[in-house]
């Protein structure tokens, strides 16, 4: 297994694709911000859901792409389960990149031994992704891509191999319970060497160190021939305080002769671990006992060490860093597959999106006097509607089309009528569709964008230098200079902050400048005179048209409905100064 894994969950394998990012401001705009919070309580998550989203691109093949994998993971709440218990576990996968060592020694032993329970995960993981994956309910390009990945590597011959003998290795460490090291000292009771006598099967019994000292010695029957364990050795633990003079305990308590340092990993880490330290007469300086018995027990099992590194090696790049190189992939398909189905558990409508291909049939026959459409959207709504309700039933859809001869829509209406959240609704229904997830409408079709664009009011204090009204031109402008008839330009009371025929000049100049290059737009105002021309700016325009579009009012109250019209106007201020009796007649009636 030497192949990379060189794929995403995010773009198909092969598609050159140019993506361009959203300004900081565009999901705050579209109110996506709530959406963020309320899909993940971590920080971390929400910035890698933000940065997928707002990364665009204009290619269906992409859009079509991730939608498969988020309608896989949507429909298979097993898969999700399943996959966020794994990714509670792989974090430890990104370790191993450190096992790239030149020798066993630098490897260590006890390191090895700490690890094979994580090697032991590592295994389990693999082929519960696995059997995941196999399961019918599978069918996305991506995710079917990673099964055969995944499937390839449980194949493999060294990963059979590496669970033969990361089982082999496991029994072998627990079978270790204790370590007999001998130390060789001269005729002036020095320590000259220090060097392994065996790897025992069971722990040292404690006795009285006088006692098995005296055992040990004061007969003759009883001083060893050799070092050799006949399985009656006993050993006397040194008290914490000389443990950092043990070769100056030995020279006042042990007698001139060849002794046995006796050490077993069954003791605590106090009693037993990395702060003991002892003197080596071998070369007459200081050296750590775990580091040497790491070294002296590596090379009794070398076989095994070298063949774990080796293994960890081939499987650390290849299949371990690969596999949770995708683990925020996932989780930005998981968390928002979660948080949309509890949206729609409580009755709300998502579907599922269709980019709209160049040259492709148009399946519905949506044409609208030989102009292809480039968006139909039916029964949209605006996400922050289902998020604040309880009651899905009082959230008011509206139907929407964008296609040449509504190219620019001047959006009019009554204050707190909903002109701000039906701009909001359309940007969000191509983000979210270009993001491969479910879009809140009962149908949703697109031409992909290449950007989106929100000119909504800016705070006060980025208006400083320049004013209200001189900051909204230089943005306008920016964001103009940009922009594309692929692209996608909401406005909201754009030059609106000054006076109704400086503000009406600028913006119906800007409109004209829309028409010419065939942007999207939505420009939500307060300037009715605006949609009245409409219909004048369509005929001065290059072949797109902009066309009046009215929140529609009944009887003075507010519908939320939109509707293609001419502004309403006086007639909706008539209908509200009856409402409150303030008409001319009204109020001299009273008097």
């Known amino acids: 297994m030497n192949q990379k894994l060189s794929f995403s969950l995010l773009q198909p394998a092969g598609e050159n694709v140019e993506y361009r990012i959203l300004s900081d401001n565009v999901l705050h705009d579209l109110g996506l911000d709530g959406f963020l919070k309320e899909v993940s309580d971590d920080a971390k998550q929400r910035r890698m859901i933000a940065n997928v989203l707002s990364k665009i691109t204009p290619s269906p093949a992409v859009s079509i792409y991730r939608q498969q994998i988020f309608a896989d993971i949507f429909n298979n709440p097993e898969l999700r389960k399943t996959m966020l218990d794994l990714f509670d576990q792989i974090q430890f996968m990104r370790d191993f990149s450190s096992f790239h060592k030149t020798t066993d020694e630098e490897m260590g032993l006890w390191h090895l031994f700490n690890r094979l329970e994580d090697l032991d995960s590592y295994i389990k993981i693999v082929e519960t992704m696995r059997n995941c994956l196999l399961d019918e309910r599978v069918k996305s390009e991506g995710l079917v891509r990673l099964r055969d990945y995944i499937s390839e590597l449980y194949e493999d011959a060294c990963f059979a191999e590496m669970k033969k003998d990361i089982a082999e290795l496991k029994m072998k460490a627990s079978d270790v319970q204790s370590v007999t090291l001998g130390v060789n000292v001269n005729e002036r009771f020095e320590a000259v060497s220090i060097g392994l006598v065996s790897v025992n099967k069971k722990p040292f019994k404690k006795s009285g160190i006088v006692s098995n000292f005296a055992d040990a010695i004061a007969s003759k029957d009883r001083i060893r021939e050799t070092s050799d364990w006949d399985g009656d050795l006993h050993y006397q633990m040194i008290d914490r305080e000389?443990?950092?003079?043990?070769?100056?305990?030995?020279?006042?308590?042990?007698?001139?002769?060849?002794?046995?340092?006796?050490?077993?990993?069954?003791?605590?880490?106090?009693?037993?671990?990395?702060?003991?330290?002892?003197?080596?007469?071998?070369?007459?300086?200081?050296v750590n006992s775990t580091f040497y018995l790491d070294s002296v027990v590596n090379k009794m099992l070398g076989t095994l060490v070298k063949r774990l590194r080796d293994t960890l090696t081939k499987y650390a790049d290849v299949a371990i860093m690969n596999i949770s190189g995708l683990v925020p992939e996932f989780l930005y398909y998981i968390r928002c597959a979660e948080y949309i189905n509890s949206l729609m558990e409580k009755g709300c409508v998502f579907c599922e999106a269709q980019p709209i291909i160049a040259g492709q049939a148009d399946n519905a026959?949506?044409?609208?006097?030989?102009?292809?459409?480039?968006?139909?959207?039916?029964d949209f709504y605006n996400l922050k509607l289902a998020m604040n309700t309880e009651n899905a039933d009082e959230i008011v859809p509206n139907d929407l089309i964008f296609d040449r001869k509504h190219t620019v829509y001047i959006l009019t209406g009554a204050n707190r009528g909903g002109k701000t959240t039906m701009t909001q609704a359309v940007g969000q229904l191509f983000i979210l569709a270009q993001g491969g997830l479910y879009v809140p409408a009962k149908k949703f079709r697109y031409v992909p964008c290449d950007c989106i664009f929100t000119h909504f009011p800016a705070d006060e204090d980025k208006t400083m230098d320049l004013g209200r009204l001189g900051e909204e031109c230089v943005r306008f402008k920016e964001m103009f200079s940009k922009a594309t008839e692929k692209s996608l330009m909401l406005l909201n009371e754009t030059f609106s902050t000054t006076s109704f025929e400086e503000g009406y000049y600028i913006a119906k100049d800007s409109v004209k400048a829309l028409l010419n290059n065939a942007v999207r737009t939505i420009y939500n105002t307060h300037m009715h005179k605006l949609g009245e021309d409409a219909e004048e700016l369509t005929r001065e325009g290059m072949g797109a048209g902009a066309a009046s579009l009215v929140m529609k009012t009944e009887e003075g109250k507010r519908s939320f409905k939109v509707i293609l019209s001419k502004p309403e106007g006086s007639s909706y201020a008539k209908d509200i100064a009856e409402k409150y009796g303030v008409t001319y007649?009204?109020?001299?009636?009273?008097?």
């Open 365 to 378: 026959g949506m044409q609208a006097a030989g102009d292809t459409i480039s968006m139909e959207a039916l």
């Open 242 to 286: 000389e443990k950092s003079n043990f070769f100056d305990y030995m020279k006042k308590n042990v007698a001139k002769s060849e002794v046995s340092l006796l050490v077993s990993n069954t003791s605590s880490p106090t009693d037993f671990g990395p702060s003991s330290t002892v003197v080596s007469a071998a070369d007459g300086a200081m």
């Open 585 to 591: 007649e009204m109020l001299i009636g009273e008097s």
